[in-house]
Nanobody, 122 residues
Framework: QVQLVESGGGLVQAGGSLRLSCAAS????????IGWFRQAPGKEREFVAA????????FYFNSAKGRFTVSRDNAKNTAYLQMNSPKPEDTAVYYC???????????????WGQGTQVTVSS
C-alpha cells in the first residue's frame, strides 16, 4: 500500500506563490494517476488537478487553469502542485491522492494523504 504525505502548505499572500509536495512511500507510484483536491471550511471536497502516471498529461479544474501546475518526479516518488497567483478563495486543506490507473479522470481515488493547510491572505 502507498502512503502519501503532503507538505509545503502555510500562509501566503494573494498574488504570491506556493509549492505543495506529495511524497509517497511503501511502493513506487509511477504507475498511478495522482490527483490534488481541496476542501474549504463548510464546503465539499473538490477536484483541483490530476497528472498521468508518466506526467505526460495533466487535467485541471476551471479555477486552477492558468494558475496552478501539477507535476511529478517518479524517481523521487513525489508529486507537486505549484500555486501561482493564489487568491483568498483558494484557502483550503489540500490533499493529494493516488489511483491505481495510468490515467483516471474520476474522483474515487484509492489512497489519500492527510492534507496540508493553505491560507491565502488578501
Amino acid at each position: 500500500q502507498v502512503q502519501l504525505v503532503e507538505s509545503g502548505g502555510g500562509l501566503v499572500q494573494a498574488g504570491g506563490s506556493l509549492r505543495l509536495s506529495c511524497a509517497a512511500s511503501g511502493r513506487s507510484f509511477s504507475s498511478d494517476t495522482i490527483g490534488w483536491f481541496r476542501q474549504a471550511p463548510g464546503k465539499e471536497r473538490e477536484f483541483v488537478a490530476a497528472i498521468t502516471y508518466s506526467g505526460g498529461s495533466t487535467f485541471y479544474f476551471n479555477s486552477a487553469k492558468g494558475r496552478f501546475t501539477v507535476s511529478r518526479d517518479n524517481a523521487k516518488n513525489t508529486a507537486y502542485l505549484q500555486m501561482n497567483s493564489p487568491k483568498p478563495e483558494d484557502t483550503a486543506v489540500y490533499y493529494c491522492a493516488g489511483k491505481r490507473s495510468i490515467w483516471y479522470t474520476g474522483v474515487n481515488y484509492d489512497y489519500w494523504g492527510q492534507g496540508t493547510q493553505v491560507t491565502v491572505s488578501s
